[in-house]
């Protein structure tokens, strides 16, 4: 498609439970990230993919969460055991070489 | 760590006048900065990249500007519309000179346009 995809849009889950959230890039982006905007927060970095190299995971806040890209274009991102501090927006974002970021609409995930 | 900060306070201008915003980084300066547009309940907007080297950069009524030895970007929208109001953020690269990297983003400067 022309943009980047994510799915659900919204995600209301209880607490304990492990969620996936799905981000589909731009065709013939090579860079994938997800971040994170808690309410009337700023973009947290959570996870960075670049081509084949290994992703940097630098940003995730605990070892419940993990992220994969298969075949170098859709990447999941899952948080397994959620906690109500999970609780935002998750953004995803692709982009070309030199360029900016594409920015999804985002999930918004609830954990009650 | 580098940090970005903005202005921390609303801004509220008049439609028709000029607004500046203001994007201040620590540390070494990267080789560019990216500005976004955010809507409510939308993700951020791509607006311009500027490079290290480029003292100022153009796009219809948007102007950036990259001053090394302040440490500072500005961002201005002249003409200002209602439409305008949004909330920008300014970002930077984490690391030093590579094309490809994950970018910091400021917490955002609300831009209100008064008719």
């Known amino acids: 498609g022309a943009g980047v995809s994510q799915s659900p849009s919204n995600k209301v889950t209880e607490k304990g439970k492990d969620v996936e959230l799905r981000c589909d890039p731009i065709?013939?982006?090579?860079?994938l990230y997800w971040y994170r905007q808690s309410l009337g927060q700023g973009l947290e970095f959570l996870i960075y993919?670049?081509?084949?190299?290994?992703?940097?995971k630098s940003g995730l806040p605990s070892d419940r969460f993990s992220a994969e890209r298969t075949g170098g274009s859709v990447s999941t991102l899952t948080i397994q055991r959620t906690q109500q501090e999970d609780s935002a927006v998750y953004l995803c974002a692709s982009s070309a070489i030199n360029y900016g970021y594409t920015f999804g609409s985002g999930t918004r995930l609830t954990v009650v | 760590s580098q940090k970005i900060e903005q202005n921390s306070e609303a801004l509220n201008i008049q439609e028709g006048k000029t607004a500046t915003l203001t994007c201040n980084y620590t540390?070494?300066?990267?080789?560019?900065l990216q500005w976004y547009r955010q809507d409510p309940g939308r993700g951020p907007v791509f607006l311009l990249l500027i490079r290290e080297n480029e003292k100022e950069k153009r796009k219809e009524r948007l102007k950036v500007t990259f001053d090394t030895t302040l440490k500072q970007s500005l961002f201005h929208i002249t003409a200002s519309q209602p439409a305008d109001s949004a909330t920008y953020l300014c970002?930077?690269?984490?690391?030093?000179?590579?094309?490809?990297?994950?970018?910091?983003f400021g917490p955002g400067t609300s831009l209100s346009v008064i008719p």
């Open positions: 970002a930077r690269p984490v690391i030093f000179k590579t094309s490809y990297d994950k970018v910091i």
């Open positions: 993919f670049q081509g084949n190299s290994a992703p940097d």
């Open positions: 065709s013939g982006h090579t860079a």
């Open positions: 540390n070494y300066s990267p080789a560019y």
